[in-house]
DNA sequence: TATTGTTATACTCTATAACTATA
DNA sequence: TATAGTTATAGAGTATAACAATA
């Protein structure tokens, strides 16, 4: 017997497609790709080593983010150096001004997402994003 | 104050690719491609009037669902013939065939979502199915 | 020989613009 | 003139394969 549910995956990717649009405009006023604040993102106090770590991190693939960490690098806004000990690998770190520009484009965001999120209720919300966790 | 919460998008989107890396074996074993799904889903009972609507309810572009369109009903799994009212638009609907194609797969794929889904307790379920559809 | 990062290339997906046929 | 559908083309995004440096 057919659960009659809508698919996850078709609930899902619009609501994605939904979020997609509401932060492009606030990561172009702050100057970010997509990608660009996804590493800013996964990139915390302690150094990332490799790159490709980092790539699986976000679920990009490693030839992808090479122009993207130049970019940032450029701006300043992460460091990266061979590591000493092999110097094959890099060092991935965040810059106190990449950490900067990364809060104030996820409170941007997180604001946009909350007048999302306003539907809910309270406690809706809250198991809402519990549930989320625990999937992903 | 920041919430310190992780950004809802950061959660939807691994999550679909997740879903759509589960599906697609599926939909292949199936013969169906991705939009060509999505296209079965939406077409019910009625006949949906004009494929620029059909492509706004799936998210797609209307130039985009023509080949799709044009695959499946070749195969027979929907019937696309012109309004008598207004020889310009097409009157979209599911064949019998196609239904049945349709029905054994999401079968399969709510099967397959399920498998993640267990990861819930069955009210955490509930809620989570509840508040997805409300917030899409 | 294997691995990290890189570059160049090919491929897929998607959007834009121009065309037709109806109205 | 405006709209539904179509086609062709260009562009973005992504993956594949080959390469250099280091281990």
Redesign the interface.
Known sequence: M??R????????????????A??APILEAHGLAMWAY?VL?NLDSEPVRTQNALADAI?ADKTRIIRILDDLAARGLIERRPDPTDRRVRLLSITAEGRRLR?AT??A??AA?ND??D??TPT?RE???T??????
């Open positions: 057919t659960s549910r809508p698919d996850l995956a078709a609930m899902i990717g619009p609501l994605g497609r939904t979020l997609l509401l932060e996804a993102l679920g809060d996820q409170t965001i997180q997402e999302l999120l539907r809910l809706e198991t809402f994003l549930i989320l966790q625990k999937l992903v």
